[in-house]
């Protein structure tokens, strides 16, 4: 099977890669995470990927496509941010491994306890729909540990919020 993974980050997908691997599946990265803020850590999550790409010897395509100015002005913003988010980068990873003949598309996002996980199956499972893609599901959860760990042995660079404006400010007036 050749399965493009959305990752949304490196340290999110070391476990990922490890089990899928595992299983003999053909994995091309898409990096596409246009709303991370601010723009300096954007670009450190970026690189790191590469970083990673190159220490584990996988393919990343990256859509580079900084959309911070577009978010800000959303107004649900305050109410509905994560199912926007979401929606926003599974439609392009949808559409692209539709388009770049993949047989199916994933995310690293499952692997996260922090993440809204029934969400993400089922706004994936409506793009594969509309993509006429594959979702290949698995609950990768259970090797959170394990991937962060790894990602620690190499040294790679883990960052300590989600990624919006929103989650940044929650951070800092913890
Ligand atoms: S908290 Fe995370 S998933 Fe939710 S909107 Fe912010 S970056 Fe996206």
Not at 4 to 16: F, G, K, N, R, V
Not at 57 to 86: A, H, P, Q, S, T
Request: one cysteine or more; aromatic letters at 16%.
């Amino acid at each position: 099977m050749k399965l493009l993974m959305h990752m949304c980050c490196a340290p999110c997908s070391t476990y990922p890669l490890q089990l899928l691997r595992s299983k003999d599946i053909e994995i091309t990265g898409l990096f596409y995470n246009p709303n991370i803020h601010p723009i300096d850590e954007y670009e450190m999550r970026l690189n790191t990927v590469k970083q990673f790409s190159k220490l584990v010897n996988l393919d990343v395509k990256y859509i580079d496509d900084y959309m911070e100015d577009k978010w800000l002005n959303y107004k649900g913003l305050e109410y509905d941010r994560c199912r926007m988010c979401y929606s926003i980068r599974f439609e392009k990873v949808a559409k692209y491994a539709f388009e770049n003949g993949y047989d199916a598309f994933t995310t690293t996002l499952l692997v996260s306890p922090y993440q809204k996980h029934d969400l993400i199956k089922e706004l994936c499972e409506m793009y594969s729909k509309k993509y006429n893609i594959l979702f290949y599901y698995e609950d990768f959860r259970d090797g959170f540990r394990e991937g962060q760990k790894i990602a620690k042995e190499l040294k790679l660079y883990r960052q300590k919020y989600c990624g919006c404006i929103i989650s940044y400010n929650e951070r800092n007036n913890k």
